[in-house]
């Protein structure tokens, strides 16, 4: 498939069964999808499975800050030359996101960072070992949130 | 933090010291007599906060930073992230410069694959392998030190650009370097291809299926070893490749004699590369300008590092700073499959699976915890004894 | 006066068989380094650089070293087997810090997850700066930290040992 092709059975995907998303297209390869409801994000991975288009590059978390009070958590997948990014938003009081590591193995990685750098709690996710973190850094706290305070980590 | 559900692990430690010392360990393998039955990988020796420090950094200070994200492979990660911003500033670099960017990634391809050849003969126990291999890695050493004056960070990007020009003097030096080169990695493929003993610690070991590697998201010559047709150059062509295009080597054995054989087949298709550049290198401007603020935005920038594909993703918010800077490495994909591989397997073949995915190997005093069935509390392994129970293990079998 | 032809010469003759005597038996730690560095030092062991032949032998265990070469910046994971390695190596014992990061952090000071530099953690006898330093300056460091090492019953003479550290004698 071409990247005309691949964004048009992706969009075709991401639009069925009535799905709460918005699609746009930021870039001639690249197409951007708002996920507004969290149950329909595993639907909405394994029918780009199902298509060959669900090869999943990154699991990126971004905080938008206190004042906002929520979190943009982007699931980017690359079929090919193009780049498919789901977008959900959580809260940053307990952010919650279910696992894809029953369909997707590599995910586990990726959920792993995401958790112990945001707090987003993946569930079904089977352990909450820190991957990059060290074993004697304290609970609670996420580097990666905008208010991170380093000086709370006592040398 | 108290959320494991396996019973606490102590270390029973080797030779006369202190008593029980908690040692946390980069790979923990439960073993059924020799054969693994579970393997989990836990990082964080090489984690220095990168992500978040970009953050607090100019664009042009994590420049800098992003070259030392790794040193083996410091151009392409330097390289991903220029081509990231210039798409967000609507900047695109001139194409002699491109071309150069690209002439330097593919010698930084064969350096890199020089090195993991010389690591993995020595995991394997080869270590006149090990020398052979890093004594003629110095020529592209001396070329990249040629060109940029360094030999490890080159440092050849800027934002819209390169910092450097080639001369006749050096486009002589890296022809008859890359001469030499060819020829030495002619021999190294008849070694691997032929050699008795070291087919023993790879054919028909650590077999990856074409599924298998999909589904576990491997990347880079591991996956084109299992005949997985991903390669970044080919797939979404970046910098210069699309003036410059490689084909891609693909192998339908899967095991770890088709990883090293991928590897140095893929060296001939670097070397005719960087032939083809110098003999059309295109003439014109080596940078382009780049305004001062990063105009707001998203950016994905994939490329084709000497172990896979390596992700960048960032947002500006318009300022003078990233919003976010997102770096997806290659190893953490691969990772997953050597996990999963790896049961199933005997304990001697892991260091050879790791090997051969040739991983990041940030940190040399890695520990592995084995545990077992009669000992579910484990002992803690240090990888030198790891790769010596492999190297002994080949060598019962022989007698 | 000796002429410069043979100070040299006659400089790596007596380290050598010093070194020879006293085989420094070397441990290699990264903490948390990208690697640069050690693969710097890594070559030094290879072919064209050869710190074997200097009488340096590359050990595994830190029981048995003599001198540990550092690499990295520390980071908060790596530290506690910094000190225990450290701990664990018998006297006399020294530290080098090899690379901007071991000595101050280099790129990644002030990151939330390193300690910015080896003397941090532990003390340091020597450091060689770089980013990363070549093999020649790692051997350089090297050779000057086993010259201020005196060894009981075999000592370098004093001339030998200012022209150790006396750039223009050693030019030759």
């Not at chain 2, 590697?213 to 005949?227: D, F, H, K, L, Q």
């Not at chain 2, 080597?249 to 670097?270: C, H, T, Y």
């Not at chain 2, 997953?336 to 591989?341: E, G, I």
């Not at chain 3, 064209?48 to 032998?57: A, C, F, I, Q, S």
């Amino acid at each position: 498939m071409n990247s005309e092709e691949i964004i048009t059975v992706a969009t075709g995907v991401v639009k069925s069964w009535d799905w709460a998303t918005e699609t746009s297209q930021p870039l001639p390869k690249q197409l951007d999808v708002k996920v507004k409801l969290i149950k329909e994000l595993v639907p909405i991975i394994v029918g780009l499975r199902v298509k060959r288009l669900g090869y999943l590059a990154a699991i990126t978390g971004i905080d938008l800050g206190p004042e906002v009070g929520e979190m943009d958590v982007l699931y980017q997948f690359c079929p090919g030359d193009v780049v498919i990014t789901l977008r959900v938003r959580v809260p940053r009081q307990e952010a919650m996101l279910p696992s894809l590591c029953e369909i997707i193995p590599s995910a586990e990685v990726f959920e792993r960072e995401l958790q112990e750098m945001f707090g987003i709690q993946m569930l079904g996710l089977h352990t909450t070992e820190h991957l990059y973190l060290p074993d004697d850094w304290p609970d609670g706290v996420y580097p990666m949130r905008k208010d991170f305070d380093p000086q709370i980590l006592s040398h | 933090m108290n959320t494991k559900q396996e019973p606490q692990r102590f270390v029973i430690p080797i030779g006369p010291q202190h008593p029980a010392l908690k040692e946390p360990g980069n790979f923990q393998f439960t073993v059924d007599g020799e054969i693994v039955t579970k393997a989990f990988v836990r990082l964080g020796y090489a984690h220095r906060g990168i992500e978040k420090a970009a953050e607090e950094r100019t664009w042009i200070q994590d420049l800098y930073l992003i070259e030392r994200v790794c040193g083996i492979c410091s151009h392409i990660h330097a390289l991903a992230y220029c081509l990231a911003v210039e798409q967000l500033a609507h900047v695109e670099a001139p194409p002699r410069a491109q071309a150069i960017r690209v002439l330097v990634a593919e010698l930084e391809r064969i350096h890199s694959h020089f090195l993991w050849m010389g690591v993995s003969g020595h995991e394997a126990g080869f270590d006149t392998f090990f020398m052979y291999s890093w004594r003629d890695r110095e020529r592209v050493m001396n070329i990249l030190e040629k060109l940029t004056g360094n030999r490890v960070n080159y440092s050849a990007n800027v934002l819209g650009g390169v910092k450097f020009d080639l001369d006749k003097e050096q486009i002589a030096s890296i022809r008859s370097g890359i001469d030499f080169l060819e020829e030495r990695t002619r021999h190294y493929l008849d070694v691997v291809a032929t050699d008795f003993m070291f087919l023993q610690r790879t054919r028909g070991i650590g077999v990856m299926s074409r599924a298998q590697a999909e589904i576990m998201g491997a990347v880079g010559p591991t996956a084109r070893a299992s005949n997985v047709a991903r390669d970044v150059r080919k797939d979404a062509p970046y910098a210069a490749y699309k003036e410059y295009p490689v084909d891609i080597i693909l192998d339908e054995r899967g095991d770890l004699e088709a990883r090293f054989e991928v590897r140095l087949k893929e060296l001939f298709e670097s070397f005719y590369l960087i032939r083809k550049i110098l003999d059309t290198l295109p003439g014109g401007e080596l940078t382009a300008r780049m305004p001062r603020k990063v105009p707001a935005g998203e950016a994905v920038m994939r490329v084709e590092a000497p172990r896979g594909e390596l992700l960048y993703f960032i947002r500006s918010n318009g300022s003078d700073k990233p919003e976010r800077l997102k770096i997806r490495t290659p190893t953490i994909c691969n990772l997953t499959s050597v996990v999963k591989l790896a049961i199933g397997h005997q304990l001697a073949d892991v260091p050879m699976i790791l090997a051969g995915i040739d991983p990041c190997f940030s940190c040399n005093d890695r520990s592995v915890q084995i545990r077992t069935s009669s000992d579910p509390d484990g002992r803690m392994l240090s990888w030198d004894e790891l790769r010596q129970h492999g190297i002994d293990f080949y060598k019962r079998l022989e007698k | 006066m000796k002429s410069h032809q043979n100070f040299g010469q006659e400089l790596l003759k007596s380290l050598k068989d010093w070194a020879r005597v006293s085989s420094p038996w070397v441990l290699h730690f990264n903490t948390g380094s990208c690697n640069g560095c050690d693969i710097e030092i890594l070559a030094t062991l290879t072919p064209r650089y050869d710190l074997e032949r200097l009488g340096v032998k590359l050990q595994a265990s830190p029981r048995q070293a003599d001198i540990l070469l550092c690499t990295g910046p520390v980071t908060r994971q790596a530290r506690e087997r910094l000190v225990r390695i450290y701990a664990q190596m018998p006297e006399p014992k020294y530290v080098v810090a090899i690379g901007s990061c071991a000595i101050s952090g280099g790129v990644f000071r002030g990151c939330y997850n390193v300690m910015d530099g080896i003397d941090q953690v532990i003390p340091v006898s020597a450091y060689i700066p770089g980013c990363p330093p070549r093999p020649e300056a790692v051997i350089d460091g090297l050779v000057k930290v086993l010259a201020s090492i005196h060894s009981p019953g075999h000592k370098i003479p004093p001339e030998i040992l200012e022209g150790a550290l006396d750039p223009e004698k050693v030019a030759a």
